[in-house]
């Protein structure tokens, strides 16, 4: 008697949407249905895992380089994969979500590489999850074009030596996909966005000269990396395309990562590319694992936060040296500002500011950077040719002057600043906006002139808990509190209405996001993430 056959995956509450069954064909989803059989068991004991983790660092307040890893990281023999050409030269990185607009302009805009989101630049509504695939799609076949219906402009794709690398960001392996489910259980949002990725584009991008290139979001240990590295083996046997195809850069976002860089690379060393620095959720990695550290752990005002301070120093040095000790690239940290079409000076400012921060990036020895903007890619280009000129890459910086104990990453102390009573208001104000929007279904907004994606708010969120947690006095003598944060709140979401007026107030989802913002920023039990209690919310 034969097995039966395995049950396939069911679409759930989903409205059908145009060109639907062009992604979601009966192999693709077969495919998605064995990545989920096979995987998500241990992405759920690694999610446990994860808690046991920050209940350990609670109860000690430290961390330290692996003991039981040490081997990996004295073992000066092993480096990773030699990069694929289309993956040598990544001086300037451009990130933005798989919407049509965003993938023709990405692909156009000189950068040597786009950044694809599905993750924290993406709302995940079954909408964006599959036609943001499609588009991909039509891109490989220049299929795509895009006019816009407010000023009849139209995009279309440059010749394609002109156009970027695609590196595709899954979600974090914390996201289910409510809408596509195997015998009742959702499958991981990460498995969804990477197979069904995977499955439609592999051998057309190795047809292009390319490969299936993917970004690794919100790692926390190299167990995780271990758990992608077999999957990637497992994807490239099923479609039958040669092993070491895959190329993956980890965002190193978490502080438990930072210090297991070596052991991430060398766990995916047959399909690894590099690393990148990941600020906002970098610093939201540190409220929420140290966030019962006490006064010393206390982050002030984001923006205050620079990428010069000792423990972020530590961070990006570290991080250069472990990637090219190995052979990997170091990917340099956003330049989110949004140039203004009104205000020349602002413009000015800010583009100085960005030149002296990538032009820091490529002194350190990173081998590229990220923008959030084309009329940005001009300005890091320039940095990275002074110091790049016509080589792909400076791997052969070793940085060996770098040294950097397990204190320095934790060193937060080490910061003059202190949270003031602006930075709530700016955390209070940028939050509910950018919560507004996302559960409209925008996961990168512009706000204050800055991209901003869903690391923002829960940056800025963790700042608010934090700050009453930890009793902050502001300088104006005022205690961080519960109502305060909600006296602010209540101020911010009045001027909201008072500039956009009632009728677009009403139609927007402002309420909702400000009383978001309260639920994740006051509740004395810590969402993990914010976008968990956000997704239950979206439409």
């Not at 540190?286 to 019962?292: A, L, Q, S």
């Not at 202190?418 to 940028?430: E, F, I, M, Q, T």
């Not at 925008?442 to 963790?462: H, K, P, Q, Y």
């Amino acid at each position: 008697m034969s097995a039966p056959a395995p049950s396939p995956l069911a679409i759930v509450d989903a409205e059908p949407l145009p060109r639907q069954d062009e992604v979601l064909t009966d192999a693709a989803l077969a495919f998605v249905a064995e990545l989920h059989r096979r995987f998500t068991p241990r992405r759920d004991e690694l999610l446990a895992r994860r808690g046991e983790r920050r209940a350990e660092i609670a109860r000690t307040s430290t961390l330290d380089f692996l003991p039981e890893t040490e081997a990996v990281r004295v073992d000066d023999t092993w480096k990773v994969a030699p990069a694929p050409a289309a993956l040598d030269d990544r001086r300037v990185e451009i990130t933005g979500p798989t919407d049509r607009k965003m993938t023709v302009n990405a692909l156009n805009s000189g950068a040597r590489v786009w950044l694809a989101d599905f993750e924290d630049a993406s709302a995940p509504t079954w909408e964006n999850v599959v036609t943001g695939q499609l588009n991909l799609i039509d891109a490989y076949t220049r299929n795509i074009d895009f006019t816009d219906p407010r000023s009849g402009k139209s995009y279309a794709l440059k010749p394609a030596e002109e156009l970027a690398t695609v590196v595709t960001r899954p979600r974090g392996w914390h996201l289910d996909e409510r809408h596509l489910q195997l015998d009742g259980t959702p499958v991981p949002g990460a498995l969804v966005d990477f197979g069904l990725y995977f499955f439609h584009n592999a051998q057309r991008l190795i047809d292009l000269g390319k490969g299936p290139y993917f970004y690794l979001p919100k790692t926390e240990s190299y167990l995780e990396a271990r758990l992608w590295n077999d999957i990637f083996v497992f994807a490239q046997d099923y479609v039958g395309i040669p092993q070491g195809t895959v190329r993956a850069t980890v965002l190193i976002e978490t502080i438990t990562a930072a210090y297991e860089m070596e052991e991430i690379l060398y766990e995916l060393r047959d399909h690894a590319s590099g690393l990148n620095a990941g600020r906002w959720d970098y610093l939201f990695s540190i409220v929420k694992n140290f966030r019962d550290g006490g006064s010393k752990f206390v982050l002030p005002d984001r923006n205050l936060v620079t990428m010069t301070a000792p423990f972020m120093r530590a961070y990006t040095e570290l991080l250069v040296r472990t990637c090219h000790k190995r052979g990997a690239h170091a990917i340099g940290g956003m330049a989110a500002f949004i140039p203004s079409r009104r205000d020349a000076e602002v413009n000015k400012v800010a583009f100085e500011k960005v030149k002296a921060d990538k032009d820091r990036e490529a002194g350190d020895g990173f081998d590229g950077s990220w923008v959030a903007h084309p009329d940005l890619v001009p300005i890091a280009m320039a940095s990275f040719d002074a110091v790049l000129g016509a080589k792909p890459n400076q791997k052969d910086r070793l940085r060996e002057d770098v040294s950097v104990a397990a204190g320095d990453l934790i060193a937060i102390d080490t910061l003059d600043a202190k949270p003031s009573y602006d930075g709530l208001r700016n955390a209070v104000a940028v939050g509910i906006r950018y919560i507004e929007a996302w559960l409209r279904g925008m996961g990168a907004v512009a706000i204050f002139n800055l991209m901003e994606d869903a690391a923002t708010a829960e940056i800025s969120r963790s700042q608010i808990w934090q700050w009453i947690n930890a009793d902050v006095v502001f300088e104006n003598g005022e205690h961080a509190t519960s109502d305060l944060a909600r006296k602010v709140a209540a101020e911010e979401l009045a001027a909201i209405r008072a500039e956009v007026g009632d009728e677009t107030f009403e139609a927007g989802k402002w309420q909702q996001a400000h009383d978001l913002l309260l639920q994740v920023s006051l509740d004395q039990d810590y969402a993990d993430f914010l976008t968990l209690p956000a997704y239950e919310q979206l439409g």
